[in-house]
């Protein structure tokens, strides 16, 4: 499906009386005594963009603030017209002031100063951080500042280079908005002590739509269109978000919901994969994710289905599926007679939902010869057993296939799919995600069950799969070690000591001496 939708009217900050943007540089500067030079809400205490990124990016952001913010539409009050100093916040853990505090006549002289020299580098603004509070500042206001401070600390370090171990620590501390990574953030030691930032959770059913909603798309139970965007935000593509009571009672019990058992709303799509998919399906393809075992490939497809609020099909294939557990076969009944039954894949390629066929590549060729029409350019599905009857492809229904790759030794019975089928796929590989974002996926995972992991913990787990993971690709073990084993045995901790966390999530069912390949790594790095 193209996209062909008119933009709907946008809401954002733009458009707030209290905003200060380019055309308003001027006024911040004089007014606000300030030198951000990006965009500003001086009611909020909040930037709102970059003051070199793009204009696309900082649009964007502009409109992911407006969406849940309480006071969109008021002005500033007079009482903060002008303000002597426009104070912007950036989020900060609490840092306790220390005993015996010798307080400064300066910011320049605190601790918890940053240079605006240093900010530049890290975050690509000329203005000055007091790390104590997260307040940006003017640096020719420090002493003002400082005046009305009572919790600044005298900094007794005069080293450069110690005075840069210190900078390191305080901006390690310090997490930028999620919707301004894009505008500003590119420094390594920002936040690095600190949780992956969260992105505004909205929930798919509040999603305020993209597109204008037409009484075509809401006849087929559309009720708002949603933007999807590639990395640099350059380039957007739309899919639909449905109305769950669009369906009845057992389609909307397929539907995942924010809470289930398997946490829709946890999943991190570290890769942009929504983007990718959404573009695949758009041009009328069918992607295919590729990956070893406990990646997420079958798990994006659920998070697909939960942000479009459409039912999901997981049709997990195996060496001994047969194709009439698939297509369909034909029934008897005195009352009926004889009539033919559609089988999972048919019934599911006829209505709207989000179809994910798992392990295709184990199948028997006769699998493959069946599905191969719903991959070209046709998308119909022709029944032989059912006298070459046609299913045609709902224009809302989203077909995608998740597989082991054949040529792992590990994945035993997968096949290399032939040339015929794999010229009719769009192929994704999916990587591990970088260990920031897998802590978090643990972490939120362990949330759930009431387990509240450490971050020595973590830090202990992930050691140890990078030696596991080592192991892997050596052929030292016979198994992966994905995230899914990694949730297994993180889940396990809260329960178990660490050498049976891990027997429980994979080494009791190796052969003995793999097994204690893997528990000498495990008691390498707890002991």
């Not at 240093?118 to 020719?140: D, K, Y």
């Not at 001994?320 to 599911?348: C, M, N, V, W």
């Amino acid at each position: 499906m193209t996209e062909t939708k008119e933009p709907a009217e946008v809401k954002s900050c733009a458009n707030c009386p209290s905003f200060l943007g380019s055309s308003e540089l001027t006024k911040q500067a004089s007014n606000y005594n300030t030198i951000l030079k990006a965009p500003t809400c001086p009611l909020k205490g909040k930037l709102l963009g970059g003051p070199t990124a793009p204009a696309h990016v900082n649009e964007k952001i502009q409109e992911a603030v407006a969406r849940t913010c309480s006071s969109y539409g008021k002005p500033v009050p007079k009482s903060q017209q002008p303000a002597s100093t426009l104070a912007v916040s950036l989020p900060m853990p609490q840092i306790g002031a220390p005993e015996g505090n010798i307080h400064p006549g300066n910011c320049r002289t605190c601790r918890y100063f940053v240079s605006a020299k240093v900010m530049q580098e890290e975050i690509g603004i000329t203005v000055a951080l007091c790390a104590r509070n997260g307040t940006l500042m003017s640096e020719q206001n420090s002493t003002k500042i400082a005046r009305n401070c009572s919790v600044g600390q005298a900094n007794v370090i005069a080293d450069e280079d110690a005075l840069q171990r210190q900078y390191e620590e305080l901006l390690a501390d310090v997490m930028i908005l999620p919707e301004l990574r894009a505008a500003i953030s590119k420094g390594k030691r920002i936040g690095k002590n600190l949780p992956e930032p969260e992105d505004p959770f909205i929930e798919p059913d509040d999603w305020p739509t993209d597109a204008d909603v037409t009484e075509e798309d809401k006849a087929h139970g559309i009720k708002a269109w949603r933007k999807y965007y590639n990395d640099d935000e350059t380039k957007s593509v739309m899919l639909p978000v449905f109305d769950v009571n669009f369906f009845d009672e057992d389609e909307r019990a397929k539907i995942p919901m924010t809470g289930d058992q398997n946490h829709p709303e946890l999943y991190k799509d570290h890769q942009n994969l929504a983007f990718k998919a959404a573009v695949i399906w758009n041009l009328n393809e069918t992607p295919a994710l590729h990956g070893v075992a406990g990646t997420g490939k079958t798990e994006f497809y659920r998070y697909m289905a939960w942000k479009m609020r459409l039912p999901f099909e997981r049709v997990s294939i195996t060496a001994s599926t047969e194709l009439d557990d698939l297509a369909g076969k034909t029934h008897y009944t005195p009352e009926k007679g004889t009539f033919f039954e559609q089988g999972r894949i048919p019934r599911a390629w006829a209505k709207p939902c989000v179809q994910v066929l798992d392990e295709p590549n184990v199948g028997s060729p006769a699998v493959w010869q069946f599905i191969r029409p719903m991959t070209d350019n046709a998308k119909q599905l022709v029944l032989d057993m059912d006298e070459g009857s046609v299913v045609d492809r709902h224009p809302y229904s989203y077909l995608g296939l998740a597989m082991n790759p054949a040529w792992d030794f590990r994945n035993v019975g997968a096949e290399v799919i032939s040339d015929a089928d794999g010229s009719r796929l769009m192929h994704i590989f999916v990587e591990f995600p970088d260990k920031k974002i897998e802590r978090e996926i643990i972490r939120k995972r362990c949330e759930q069950d009431g387990f509240k992991i450490s971050p020595d913990q973590l830090t202990k787990m992930m050691d140890i799969a990078e030696e596991l993971r080592s192991l892997s690709k050596d052929g030292a073990i016979p198994i992966t070690w994905g995230i899914r084993q990694q949730i297994k045995a993180a889940r396990a901790l809260a329960w178990f000591s660490w050498p049976e966390a891990y027997r429980l999530a994979a080494a009791d069912y190796l052969e003995p001496e793999a097994q204690q390949t893997i528990l000498d790594k495990v008691n390498l790095k707890t002991e």
